[in-house]
């Protein structure tokens, strides 16, 4: 059984930082994209940051310059720094990974159950 736990997040005020982080337990062979998501009240999930197996990045245009995506393999943990903190970044924050598990030949997307992150102005 494969799980993504993510934990972090909580109630911070305008400007201020929060570090999320997702743990990808169980028989794991490979991860290859592993990233962030977030959804709103009322609104669709939307793509934050990811990293690639090779340490490429990604961002939302919303978030550059702000958040830091990293990840250690060693631990099949990825992390998000938050700095500069704004309420429209409150929301559900989901991590999302595509893995092989171990002995195994196929690919496949996993979320988790989320964390939520409230920013308060």
């Known amino acids: 059984q494969v799980r993504l736990v993510e934990s972090g997040g909580g109630l911070v005020q305008a400007g201020g930082s929060l570090r999320l982080s997702c743990a990808a337990s169980?028989?794991?062979?490979?991860?290859?994209?592993i990233g962030w998501y977030r959804q709103a009240p009322g609104k669709q999930r939307e793509l934050v940051a990811i990293?690639?197996?090779?340490?490429?990045?990604n961002y939302a245009d919303s978030v550059k310059g702000r958040f830091t995506i990293s990840r250690d393999n060693a631990k099949n943990t990825v992390y998000l720094q938050m700095n500069s903190l704004k309420p429209e970044d409150t929301a559900v924050y989901y991590c999302?990974?595509?893995?092989?598990?171990?002995?195994?030949?196929?690919?496949?997307?996993?979320w988790g159950l989320g964390t939520q992150v409230t920013v308060s102005s």
């Open positions: 169980g028989s794991i062979g490979s991860i290859n994209n």
């Open positions: 990293i690639s197996s090779e340490g490429n990045t």
């Open positions: 999302n990974a595509d893995l092989r598990r171990r002995f195994g030949s196929t690919w496949s997307n996993y």
